[in-house]
Every structure is written in structure tokens, then in C-alpha cells.
């Protein structure tokens, strides 16, 4: 096993001796490194944002740049990586097109913020399937001007452009970027004016080029082990040998644990580039989903093939997150309130557990038994999430929050229903937020199967909704609030499909 | 035109220009203060032992176990300050409390080679304490009669006579939340003991004088034995103008004591949980109007919540009180103030410093009233602007009240408004579920300190043989552009180009007994002071070169770093020939500016007097789009026409007036500060202590359409090149999102239905509010004859208010601040 290193800005940097919990970010700093920076510790504000060269999801390039918030990633995690910051991507005399751009239109007043969003925007800049959706780049802005390039929300299509510039830029790749300054306009200004990489760009050069492959890592000192196995059997020994190993993937939770609460484990084993975690299969019986996967790979590669988990994923943290979180992590977990629960029970997804001893499916309803439970072995992982098919045609995906981008949900409501000739033949509800585990609205689905889909059954039903799960009072919303909108979901969802289309369309 | 507004016709004043760090920001290279210390060798790193109270006495506190964890050198407690052992100028915040007052009070500081092992010291800190009855919530405060502070009082005309002839009289009741900064770069101090000997601290300070003086009084030392830098900020909005102090006390001790390095920096829990924000008020009300919708009497107490110390409430309070009437001619008016002292982190300055804090009473009063005096909001609010010849009700004139006007009529044109309401309209006819509504909100806005005495400003300017030009003034640099426009006043000044003008990181041995770059006044006050050195120097090279040129010093023109003579064309000079040859005739070359706004009065025992040299107007336009069965809402368009007299920077003031704006509507509508408010063991305790749970406005909040525009021929006489302050007024232009939620949730309710709208309007607040209209109730608001809320008067044993003069006679050091 070789020395940990760390390709940062194209010189390779020895890891040294180091506690296996120390953050990409804190090391980063450590090596004079100052432009990522700590804003929050938890993910939430991407101030620390650095950009790391992955596998591609899509497309015919086998690298692309990634952002990822090297406050959550021990630097462990990042043996035999390639990484580059906001130094790494150009100097005060010679900027970067995208640090040009945002510096000449007010992009920056603290500056704090700054070099995280550099990243975001680089990572968005240099994604291979970005394409302009129009021939002109996006307005000017004039200094002392009228008008600042704003989008004529009286156009039809306006709100779904306002996300997504002419020349391709998707906004929500900012979603896990935090500026207090701006009010963000000059940055969406900015990030809509880009144009495509010159052609001797050599960040977009590297895209050609193979991937840095995974390394094997064992890092040990006094305060704990950070153990990345080289496969699966390797991965499932450990966890059968070493009953305190604690399992991570893109760490947007542990990083958490370790940042804000000070938890410290004795060993953490890293199975999120184990390639027999990561396969994503269609057939007509299933979708299989690899635990390992990204969120960002999922939403790409599925591109829609799920509709539910369609809507679901944008809304689901920031763009940052995704880009590390996994489904396996987010069902690993057990957390009542994440997103994927709803979804996934609503989609009657099986979980694929695997261990020393063998496989097993488990129907991720009977998988949850209490807050932060699950039937899962200490021994076992997640393998695969398998989707069966055929989906229902009817689906939707409601988020209760305060901030519609990067919030966690106070609420989250998942429907995947058909219905036929106007009756309801399948109604899936998933709830989350509502109860210590994520749970299905048997209730509710009860009150509707085999019922007309009609606005008299939708509101007795939406009653029978507001009753489910035990709602309670914090900090996001009052017990009042989430039961008024468990009921108000099924309005809503009717309100938006009141006459189904018909057989053989799509939803 | 005075000679202070007048500009010249050419220089760099009044150019869009990106922000002067921009190139360092967008690649990293931009230092703040924690950046320091990957470059400082032997550094200790600060943690701090926080009690689990909101109040508690503090019965004993072991701090040997901190002793074992390796790496631990030192914890600091109240047996270490060798001078006064408190972080404030008032003399209530003890730096190391024998008695917790709030949760998450630092009760003692481990020093240690980590901070990995300075949190582990901490843990191994024993602290026992005995818990005692706390307040938490202003309405407990108000109920127990816990006050600090004066309870001042605003009045003018006859209230009680007003009320008695006003046609209508309405009485309501208001509490609206506070405000966490969330600057994203937390609190942060660097201490050493330089190589002469002299305590020098880095730290991230809007008002680095007052940090040097807290530094040297918990230390015992002098003013000139201590030197404070602040590179930069990332971010401040008045959480580091009185915060920082004690956090750069601590550094300091720590280094004094182990002769080392120490670095103090928050993370984000401990900033969120240790240190003050926005205060939240309660107020209530009673209001007259006349026939026409004009008010005739308003009677209102605002009592602020706080927190555990003075702080800055009470000019914070002061300011909240002349701000009240904000664009509104009220004749007859008594508006009492109180400070609520309550078991919370001691709230603070925050960007429009109790501006907000009183506009928000007028305008919720205007919106609530609006649809029972059936009129239109905005027909309402226009009814009432100020006038030729009006005063505020503390006294002063309101200069330029036609502009109140002029922004406003210019909103309603350039944002189309008159037709997109008919727009609206038929959008909410064909859409049971969905409203939408566009409201307008005015901003009239009082530029200066309160205090007379801190609006002065030094700078220091030297020009150097090779003719470039380093500028330091008393300003610090938090993202607003100060030093930007400080380089452009200079580079006018002296008739250089930009190039030719560097600028220093602000520090006290540099430029001494600076006031806090606050108010919004950086600009006018370091600028006036910038231009004043400035203008020594050129006026001596004037000489310099007419003598050389055999003209009279009037005809000698500097502009573009050239200098020729009327009359003579052609360049006679270069600007460096001319700097050689004044410092071969031994002319100096450098000059201390100064700068003290003239034509101010203010007697704060009677609240009266002319405290203001001058207003800041603005309008904004805002339309938002209601979710009928959530709550949750998007901004769709905003229009602004704000008042920035004649522009020093037009990039730098629309940056400031687009993120005053979002960071306004941050407040009214997302930003949800929740404390423990049962009787549980957390009592106290901030539930809402990290990124996670205290939201800020994203991307998804940005008004999809942002459009502003700067009011043109707005030039302001006796102000820095006929420029006005804009760092705070467009935060309050956000009270038009607020304002459209309200009449979009009172369109799901019949014609007329006035809203009470929570705040801050959360999606869950615009959906109890918009379930309310649905019943089509009105609420809140009780007529007169009903039982209904009568604002409180003062308490009489609320301390005396000292005239301003009886202030400065006391001459304790520390007495004044404000912002």
C-alpha cells in the first residue's frame, strides 16, 4: 500500500501523519491553502467548496470536474484523488474565465463565499453535457443600468428558464452555495454569461484522460482507523471482523457527526468507490440502483426514468451534497426526515443487503423499526436499491420547507398512483417527517383504492391523510402545520392531476 | 455647491468599478484574519467551556481535568484578567461571569496546541452550577418587569386629542422576530506580542478603536500599548462592531500569559450561540386616521428584546423611535421605547440598526389598516407622505420630500405597475389555489450616528518619492466596497489614475479614535476625511508647481497623473516630476485627514434635535406568488429606485442595495430564529444553531426579475462628492415582499379582509394567514370602544436619559458607542 497523497492543483501532496476524522478542508488550510474556507462545518454553505476529478456519469469523456464540500470529506478519503481549488484555477493576473466573470460583475463583496462558489460554478462550467439553449449569451448587465438581465416571468417558460441560462448553465449547481452579500443576481449574471472552455483549456483537457482510480487506504493513529477496502469481500470481512466499524460513503452525514457534535469513531471503513456498489441496471422487472452511487449520478443516468425520483432529487440538499451523498447512506442512516424514504417506500423499493453470510432482499417497508433503527446487521450493507416495474403513472413528489433549495424537509409526501377509467387502482403514499421512521399512508392509500379519483373521495381521504403518523412541534414547523399540510398534499397532488392521462401515456 | 459635494469632471469617482480585492476574492488570495494563521508559527488555538443554563450561578469550577488532555497549555478564567474583567463599554458583560445569563455562556477558555485538544480540554472542564429563574421570551420580560436601560420617549403635538378627533381609530399588537448576521466568516481574533514589545491583534472588527481599547482595559495596559488590525471581513452587518471585543480580549490574555500566539476562532455554533443579533420587538399600537386616510394620531410602545446586556440596545431603540414615521407625516405622535432584559446572547447591531425595527411597525399598521379603511395600500401610504415644510416627530426638517415622491411614481412607471395589477387580477379569478399581489413599500432613512460626537473620521495619505500614493483611513473593509470608494475619492482627489493608489489594511496605530465603520456612514465620513488629506497635499504641490511654472497655483490642473498649466496647453508635468521636485524643496508629502459632519444637534434626554445630515429615500415594487395549500411562495419581481445622490461607485451601491434587499427579505420572511421557550432543562437554548436550521436566502429566493435603478439628479449638497450613504436603507425596501404576502394571503379571503401576517412570514405564517382570509375573518384589529391594546407608558424608575452633553461631561472612556 503506498503513501497517502493527495494530487492538489497538480502537485501531489503527502497526507503525512494525521488523524483519520482531519477534513479535507482543515488540510487544505493546513498546506497554506486559504481559499476554502469554513462557513459552517456542516455542508450547508459551501464556502469550502473544492472541485475533484471523478469517473463521468454520462456522456463520452471518462473524467469530469465535481464539486464536493471539503468540510465533510476526511482527507483519508481523498488518497490518490486529484482535487483543485479556486488557487488552482488561476491567478490575480491571470483569471480563470470563470473567476473573470465573476469579479467584473460585483460577483464578490466580503469575498468570503467566493472561492466556494468559483468552484461550484468551474464544476458546472467544465460539466460535458452543458449545452446553450440559445445562440445569444445572457445580457450585460449595466453598471448604473434599468435592467439587469432579469427574465420576463410573463414569458411562458420563464420560471423554468430563471433556473437555467442560455448558455446551459443549470442554476441549481449554486444551490449548496451560500453568499450573504450579493443577493445573488450579479453571480446568476455571471454564471449565465460563461461561454464553453477555450480549446487548449487544460481542466477540460483532463476530462480525456482516465479517472484517478480508488486507492486502497488504511490510515491508522491514536484517535482511529480510516479503512477505504479494495472490494466488496475485503469490505464485508472488515465489517464482519470489526463489530465497531462505522460505514461511509460521501460522509454528508458523518461529516457532520464529526464536525459539529464531535463524534469520534474508532474505525471508519469508506465503501463509497467499491464498483460493486455502484452498477445502475434497467430491466422490465427492476431498476437496480447501487448503493455507492451518487445522488448526481442517479439523477443523471436515470435521466427520468423514474419520474418520481425525478422531482424528488433536485429538491434533495444542494448540488454539493449530491454530489456525495448516496442512497445507501441516506437509507444507512435511517433518518425520518431525509427525502429518499418517502420516495423509495412509495415506489415499494426492496433493499439488497449483503454480508459475509450471504444476500438478502428486504422490502424497505419492513426495513425501518425506530428512530435511526432498521433490520440491518452491524455486519450488513446496502448493496443495491431495486426499484420494481412496472412504476405507477402517476407520481409526485411534495417537499414541505422553508427554503425550496437545500432545506431540509419538515414534511415530505411521496404518490405514485394509476389510475383507470377514473378510479384509483394503485395509491402508494410515502410520508416522512411525520414519524420516528419514514412510513406509508396505509390510511389514506386505503380511503382511495378502488375509489373514483374524484374531489368528494380526494378530500375525505385528504381527513383521513391529516390523521396519519405522529406529528410534532420543532424548530421547522408546528405539529398544526405538518398535519394541515399532510392533508393539503392530497389536494394539492388531485388539484394538479384531476383528470389522469389516460392508459399508455406517461406521466 | 460646496466645495465638499462638487466634483470634478474628470476622475475615477462615479466609474463602475468591481470591488478592489475582486481579483483576490475569485481566486482565493484574499487574507482574512484566520488565513493568518497557517502563517504564524507556535499558535494556540481558543475553545471555549459554554454552561447548559440560561441562567445559573456559577458554584464551582474545576479546571485541573483540561490540565490532563495532552496538548493543553492553559485555561483562562476570571483570576487571569490583570485589568478590568468585562468585554463591553457599560460595564455589565464580564468577560469570565461568576453568574451564567444566558445558554451558551463562555465561562472559561482552554488554550491548547489543537483544537482538537483545546475541545477535548474543554470537555474536561468541570463546571457546577445552580440554576435560577430565567426570562426568555420579551412578553415574560414585559410580565416581570425586567428592563435595562432608559425608557425614552418621542412625542410631538397632542395624542390623546388626535385619537379623540380621528375619524377611525384602530389598535393592534406586533411582535416580530430577530435577525442572526450570518456573516459568513465567523468571529475571529489573532493576538501576539509583537517584536516591540506591544500587543498586536488581527481582528475581524468593524470598529477596531473600540477592540484596541477593551484589549488594553482587560489587560490593564494603555491605548498605545495595544495595536488592532483588520485586513478584511467576511461580512460583518453590524455583528462586528461591539461583538468582537471580548473574543479579541481573550486572544490577547491568552498571549500575554503563554507568550505565545493565540488564535480565537468561532465556529459556527459558538458564533450563532454566544453572540448577539438582530433585536426582536414587540409593540403595540393605536392609530387615528381622518376622513381621507390620513393619519392623525399614532400612539405606540416598542419594547426590544435585549438579551442578557446593554449591548447597543439603547441607540438601537433610539433609532427604532425616529424611525417610526419613516415616509409618513404623523402630527400628533408618542412613541415610548423599552429595552427587555432577557436570559438570551445580547442583541446588536444589525444592518439598519432599529430602522427596520420601527418602519416595520408603520408599515404593518398600514397594511393591516389599509383594507378596513377601504383603500388601496398604496393609495393609503401615499396619502400620508411627507410634505414641503413637514418635520420628523423628533424635530428635524424633512429635506427633499419630494423625492419620497419621485422614487415612488418612477417604481410605479418603471415596474409597469398599474397594468400588471390588471394582470394579477385575472390571475387570481382563474386560480382558486394560487394568488398572486404586488406591493409598494417607501424607505426614508436618517444618515449619521445618533450621537453627535462619533460622526468624525480620520485618514492618513502618503504620497512617496516615486509618486505612488498609499491611503490608510479609520473605515474597515466588510464587503461593502468602503475601500473601493476610498481609492476613487483619493485617486480623484490628488488627479491620479486608480493605478496610482494603494490602500493599507486598516489599524489603530495608523489612524487612532476611529468610530465604527457603521450607520452607513463609512463612505461620507472616511471619505471626507480621505479627500480632506487629500486636498493638504494637493494644494501644496499646487504650489510646488506653479512656482516651476510661473503661474498662478489657481491655473494649475492635475488630472490623469498630469499636470499642465491654463492657458499653456500640452503636459508642463508629469505627476512624478512634480512629487521629486516638491520633495527636493522639502514640501511634505504626507497629510492626516480629518472630517466632523457639520450641522448636527441631538439632545437624547429629550429625544429631539437634528441628529440626521440627511436622508436616503427609496421605493420598491414587489410581486409574489402564493401557494394556496402551503404557504410557500416565490418572489417574482422586484423593481427599486433608490436615492444614492450623485453615485461614488454605481456597481458597489446596486451590489449594496440588491443584497440590503434579499438580506431584508431574509429577515421578514425565511430567517427563523426559535429558542427553547418551555420550562424543559434547555430552556434557553438556541434550537436554531447551525447552517442547517438557521436558513438564509439561497438562489431559490432571489427575485426571479431584479431590477434597480439608481435616482438620477440626486446630487447631495455637503456630502462627499455629492454622493449619500447606502450601506443600510434598501434593507428596509424588503418590507414590500412582506406587504405583498399579506395581500396576496388576503386574496383567498373576501374583498377587504385585513391580514395579520406573522413575522417572519415562514411558509407556514403565510399559510396560517392565508387560512385565516379563507374563513374571511377580520382579525386582529379592534375598533375603538372594543376591548383593545393600550401601549404602556414608561416605567417611572427606568433610569434617567442623559442629555448628550451630561454624556460627554462624564468622560468615562468607554461610555460612547453606537452605531
Known sequence: MSTPSVTVNGRTEPVGSIAPHLTALDWLRDLGLTGSKEGCAEGECGACAIMIARPAATGTEPTEWVAINACLIPVAGLDGQEVLTAEGLGSPTDLHPVQHELAVRGGSQCGYCTPGFICSMAAEYYRADRHATSATAAPVAAANGTDHGGVDPNQPGAEADAEHGPNGFDLHALSGNLCRCTGYRPIRDAAFALGGPPVDDGFAERRAQAPPAPRATRISADSGEFHRPADLPEALQLLADRPEALVVAGCTDWGVEVNIRGSRAPLVVAVDRLEELRSLTVNDAHIRLGAALTLSEIERCLDGEIPLLAEMLPQFASRLIRNGATLGGNLGTGSPIGDAPPALLALEAELLLASVDGERVVPLADYFTGYRQSVRARHELIKEIIVPRPLARLASFHKIAKRRFDDISSVAVAFAFDVTDGVVRRAHIGLGGVAATPIRALDAEAALVGQPWSAEIVREAAQVMAQEGTPLDDHRASAGYRAGMLGQALLKFHAQHPEPRPEGVPA | ?819
Not at chain 2, 140 to 151: L, P, R, S, T, V
Not at chain 2, 210 to 231: F, K, N
Not at chain 2, 571 to 583: K, M, N, P, Q
Not at chain 2, 612 to 625: L, R
Open chain 2, 1 to 819: 455647491m460646496s466645495h465638499l459635494s462638487e466634483r470634478p469632471e474628470v476622475g475615477e469617482i462615479g466609474r463602475s468599478i468591481a470591488h478592489e480585492s475582486a481579483a483576490l476574492h475569485v481566486t482565493g488570495k484574499a487574507l482574512y484574519t484566520d488565513d493568518l494563521v497557517a502563517r504564524t508559527r507556535d499558535v494556540l488555538h481558543a475553545w471555549p467551556v459554554q454552561a447548559p443554563h440560561a441562567r445559573a450561578a456559577i458554584t464551582s469550577l474545576d479546571v485541573a481535568g483540561a490540565y490532563e488532555v495532552p496538548g493543553v497549555v492553559r485555561v483562562l478564567t476570571a483570576a487571569d484578567v490583570p485589568g478590568v474583567n468585562d468585554a463591553g463599554v457599560k460595564h455589565d458583560e464580564p468577560l469570565f461571569p461568576d453568574e451564567v445569563r444566558f445558554f451558551g455562556h463562555a465561562v472559561c477558555w482552554v488554550l491548547a496546541e489543537t483544537l482538537e485538544a483545546a475541545r477535548l480540554g474543554g470537555l474536561a472542564v468541570e463546571v457546577t452550577y445552580d440554576p435560577l429563574p430565567s426570562l426568555i421570551t420579551v412578553k415574560e420580560a414585559i410580565e416581570a418587569h425586567a428592563f435595562q436601560g432608559a425608557q425614552p420617549t418621542v412625542e410631538r403635538g397632542d395624542v390623546s386629542t388626535g385619537l379623540e378627533g380621528a375619524a377611525q381609530v384602530f389598535s393592534g399588537e406586533l411582535e416580530f422576530a430577530g435577525q442572526e448576521h450570518f456573516y459568513l466568516e465567523t468571529h475571529c481574533a489573532l493576538a501576539y506580542v509583537d517584536e516591540g514589545g506591544q500587543v498586536f491583534v488581527q481582528s475581524s472588527t468593524q470598529h477596531p478603536s473600540e477592540t484596541q481599547e477593551i484589549v488594553a482595559h482587560v489587560l490593564g495596559l494603555r491605548s498605545h500599548e495595544v495595536t488592532v488590525q483588520c485586513l478584511r471581513m467576511g461580512g460583518a452587518f453590524g455583528g462586528k462592531e461591539m461583538q468582537p471585543h471580548g473574543f479579541a480580549a481573550i486572544a490577547a490574555l491568552g498571549s500575554i500569559l503563554t507568550g505565545r500566539p493565540v488564535r480565537l476562532r468561532l465556529n459556527r455554533t459558538q458564533d450563532l450561540t454566544m453572540t448577539g443579533k438582530r433585536h426582536g420587538f414587540h409593540a403595540d399600537w393605536r392609530v387615528g386616521f381622518d376622513d381621507e386616510g390620513r393619519i392623525h394620531a399614532l400612539e405606540a410602545t416598542l419594547t426590544s428584546d435585549g438579551g442578557w446586556s446593554l449591548d447597543l440596545s439603547e441607540p438601537v431603540l433610539a433609532r427604532a423611535l425616529c424611525h417610526i414615521d419613516n415616509a409618513y407625516w404623523v402630527p400628533n405622535i408618542r412613541v415610548t421605547g423599552r429595552i427587555a432584559q432577557t436570559n438570551k446572547t445580547s442583541q446588536t447591531a444589525f444592518r439598519g440598526f432599529g430602522g427596520p425595527q420601527g418602519m416595520i411597525v408603520i408599515e404593518d399598521i398600514l397594511g393591516r389598516c389599509a383594507p378596513l379603511l377601504g383603500l388601496d395600500a398604496d393609495e393609503l401610504r401615499g396619502r400620508n407622505f411627507y410634505g414641503p415644510d413637514q418635520t420628523t416627530p423628533y424635530g428635524q426638517p424633512v429635506r427633499h420630500p419630494e423625492r419620497i415622491r419621485a422614487v415612488w411614481d418612477q417604481v410605479l412607471e418603471a415596474g409597469d405597475v398599474a397594468r400588471r395589477r390588471g394582470e394579477i387580477a385575472d390571475f387570481n379569478a382563474a386560480h382558486p389555489d394560487t394568488k398572486r399581489a404586488l406591493a409598494l413599500t417607501p424607505v426614508k432613512f436618517g444618515i449619521s450616528f445618533n450621537l453627535t460626537a462619533f460622526n468624525q473620521a480620520g485618514a492618513l495619505v502618503h504620497v512617496y518619492k516615486d509618486g505612488s500614493v498609499l491611503i490608510n483611513h479609520g473605515g474597515t473593509e466588510m464587503g461593502q466596497g468602503l475601500h473601493t470608494k476610498m481609492l476613487q475619492v483619493a485617486a480623484t482627489t490628488l488627479g491620479l489614475p486608480l493605478s496610482a493608489v494603494r490602500l493599507a489594511p486598516t489599524r489603530t496605530d495608523k489612524v487612532p479614535n476611529t468610530s465604527a465603520t457603521a450607520a452607513s456612514s463609512g463612505a461620507d465620513l472616511n471619505g471626507g476625511a480621505v479627500k480632506n488629506a487629500c486636498e493638504q497635499i494637493r494644494e501644496r504641490l499646487l504650489q510646488v508647481a506653479a512656482g516651476g511654472l510661473g503661474v498662478a497655483a489657481a491655473d494649475v490642473r492635475i488630472a490623469d497623473g498630469k499636470v499642465t498649466a491654463l492657458g499653456r496647453g500640452g503636459v508642463a508635468l508629469s505627476w512624478g516630476e512634480l512629487v521629486r521636485t516638491a520633495y527636493f524643496q522639502r514640501v511634505q508629502l504626507s497629510a492626516a485627514g480629518y472630517y466632523r459632519t457639520e450641522g448636527l444637534h441631538w439632545d437624547s434626554s429629550v429625544m429631539h434635535g437634528s441628529p440626521f445630515k440627511y436622508f436616503a429615500y427609496g421605493a420598491a415594487a414587489a410581486e409574489v406568488e402564493v401557494d394556496g395549500f402551503t404557504g410557500a411562495y416565490t418572489t417574482r419581481r422586484v423593481d427599486i429606485v433608490h436615492d444614492v445622490g450623485d453615485s461614488l461607485s454605481p456597481l458597489i451601491d446596486i451590489g449594496q442595495i440588491e443584497g440590503g434587499f434579499v438580506q431584508g427579505a431574509g429577515w421578514l420572511t425565511l430567517e427563523d430564529l426559535r429558542w427553547d421557550e418551555s420550562d424543559g432543562p434547555t430552556r434557553g437554548r438556541l434550537a436554531t444553531q447551525a447552517a442547517s436550521t438557521y436558513k438564509l436566502p439561497s438562489f431559490s429566493e432571489m427575485p426571479t426579475d431584479f431590477r434597480v435603478t439608481l435616482l438620477e439628479r440626486a446630487h447631495e449638497e455637503g456630502s462627499v462628492y455629492g454622493s449619500k450613504a447606502v450601506g443600510e436603507p434598501p434593507l428596509m425596501l424588503a418590507f414590500s415582499v412582506r406587504e405583498a404576502l399579506r395581500q396576496a394571503a388576503a386574496a383567498f379571503g373576501p374583498e377587504g379582509t385585513s391580514v395579520d401576517l406573522a413575522s417572519p412570514a415562514t411558509p407556514e405564517a403565510v399559510w396560517w394567514a392565508l387560512s385565516e382570509a379563507r374563513r374571511g375573518h377580520e382579525t386582529g384589529h379592534l375598533l375603538e370602544g372594543k376591548p383593545g391594546v393600550k401601549p404602556e407608558a414608561a416605567d417611572q424608575d427606568a433610569p434617567p436619559r442623559l442629555p448628550e452633553s451630561e454624556v460627554a461631561r462624564l468622560a468615562r472612556p468607554h461610555l460612547l458607542t453606537e452605531a
